[in-house]
């Protein structure tokens, strides 16, 4: 009886558990919180806290090479990268890029902001990262998780725990790290300015934009086609009006699926002898940077375009450059209507910020020739 | 962990991200217009010469 | 007849007036919901609302007329 009972409590993970364990059980507990409490990004958080939770319970192997069930996923969606293209394709299916075609001057916003990606990229490295981690340590600022992901499984896949939360838990941050930079970089005058409206596009041009697009971006930089392709197909489905049947798939259906093996194998890289690292720390905190720059390279982008046109834009539309789709553009409207009442930015703010898509996906892939 | 950083190859990545970020967005911004600008004298073609005659005009207003 | 027009595309949140009620400059009539947020509408004249072109939940486009106001 007593032999039992010794063999039940060996054989169990209680007596391997290690003080990092602990530890993570923290972090996962925290995310939880963050997830279920105050919701943010709770889609992917909540598989990401459970993923970290149930890697940091000893002789479960889930991340086991060859063995594991988590490792399966891990290996066969992000490894292989599989799943961040998905996410694009049903992301494509939801982005309007109509604000964007009918003011294309926005795509140099999308540009401004990635601006602050180099410059983290720069960071980093006087912090001591080597150049494929800073590197992945830079896309952050460019507020895309997908793409952040997509990036770091391929040049610093032992970062990618910490980048991947720090990418979307500082998206759900969004509203309150990018009002003070707004606040600083622009003056009362320039929030109050109200943008003319914009003009109408129609069917055929939206239908033409993802297939221009497609085409020029992979021509010029065909690293990014993995993600620019599905992004544009994606877009494609739901412009062409006569597949709707795929534009709910991809937009509903597969994009829950994905994010669920995506959340739950990003939190299970999480485990005790990866994660408690103090570079993490620096991870994040370079996470942050990443984000504060980038919104202000997008906003002095703006000012600087202001130099030239007529019809001034308001420079708070470019802090939208950095993608983060659509809290970006949501605080862009509310200091604007802070500002002024009768300031409806948010739909100058969707050009930029689905224009920041897009640059995000072509420093990634800039980034990855040169260094991959 | 700093022993030694190639910092030649830090600013070529540097510079060519920089610039080729914005490269492809010009170009995408130039192709968006010209597009809008065909588009536009397509459509307003269409709808121009088809005013006349009816039957082509609701033809037209449906398929674009 | 002075007429509200949306300021952007959304749906129709809340209704804050009902026909008959005088409403002055700057008062909040309507809010919109767009990209889940809300965002309220305010009167660009003053006088009573002789008519409510919307109710809650419905879908308008940027330049819909959302209420006259006589």
């Keep these: 009886m007593f032999g039992i009972f010794k063999e039940l409590i060996v054989s169990s993970g209680l007596v391997s558990l290690t003080g990092g364990n602990l530890i993570m059980w923290l972090v996962a507990f925290t995310l939880l919180y963050l997830a279920v409490k105050k919701q943010y990004e709770p889609l992917l958080l909540l598989p990401i806290a459970f993923g970290i939770l149930v890697v940091n319970l000893p002789l479960t192997f889930l991340m086991e090479p060859e063995h594991g069930l988590i490792w399966f996923f891990y290996h066969y969606g992000i490894e292989n990268d599989i799943i961040p293209p998905l996410i694009f394709l049903g992301l494509g299916a939801m982005i309007d890029f109509g604000p964007l075609i009918a003011n294309p001057k926005t795509l140099l916003l999308g540009a401004g902001a990635q601006v602050g990606l180099y410059v983290t990229f720069f960071a980093a490295i006087l912090f001591g990262f080597d150049l494929r981690e800073a590197a992945s340590i830079a896309i952050i600022g460019g507020a895309d998780g997908p793409t952040t992901i997509y990036l770091t499984s391929k040049l610093a896949p032992q970062l990618l725990g910490a980048t991947a939360v720090s990418a979307y838990a500082y998206m759900a941050l969004v509203p309150i790290i990018q009002p003070p930079m707004m606040k600083l970089l622009t003056s009362d005058h320039e929030r109050k300015i109200v943008m003319s409206k914009l003009r109408p596009v129609s069917r055929l041009q939206k239908i033409c934009f993802p297939i221009i697009s497609a085409m020029t971006i992979m021509l010029l930089v065909p690293a990014s086609a993995p993600l620019i392709s599905m992004l544009m197909m994606g877009n494609l489905f739901k412009e062409s009006g006569v597949v709707e049947r795929l534009t709910k798939a991809s937009s509903n259906e597969l994009m829950n699926i994905v994010t669920i093996f995506l959340g739950l194998s990003i939190g299970a890289t999480m485990t005790a002898s990866t994660f408690l690292d103090p570079r993490v720390l620096f991870i994040f905190f370079l996470g942050l940077f990443a984000f504060v720059v980038s919104t202000a390279s997008g906003l002095l982008m703006a000012k600087f375009m202001n130099l030239f046109l007529k019809n001034k834009i308001n420079p708070l539309i470019g802090a939208a450059g950095v993608s983060a789709v659509p809290m970006a553009a949501r605080c862009v409207h509310k200091v604007g209507s802070e500002a002024n009442r009768r300031n409806y930015l948010l739909m100058h703010a969707m050009g930029p910020n689905v224009a920041g898509v897009i640059g995000t996906v072509v420093a990634a892939a800039i980034l990855l020739k040169n260094l991959g | 962990m700093h022993s030694m950083t190639d910092w030649s190859k830090v600013l070529e990545v540097f510079g060519s991200g920089i610039v080729g970020v914005y490269l492809v967005m010009i170009l995408l911004q130039l192709l968006t217009q010209l597009s809008t600008r065909i588009i536009d004298m397509v459509e307003n073609g269409k709808t121009s010469g088809d005013a006349a005659p009816q039957p082509p005009g609701t033809d037209v207003k449906g398929k674009v | ?70």
């Design chain 3, 1 to 70: 007849m002075p007429e509200l027009l949306a300021p952007i595309a959304g749906n129709v949140w809340k209704i804050l007036i009902a026909v008959g009620d005088t409403v002055e400059l700057d008062d909040e009539v309507i809010i919109l919901e767009a990209l889940k947020m809300e965002t309220p509408i305010y009167c660009d004249d003053s006088g009573t609302i002789t008519e409510i072109r919307v109710k809650e939940g419905d879908a308008v486009n940027e330049g819909d007329v959302l209420v006259v106001i006589g």
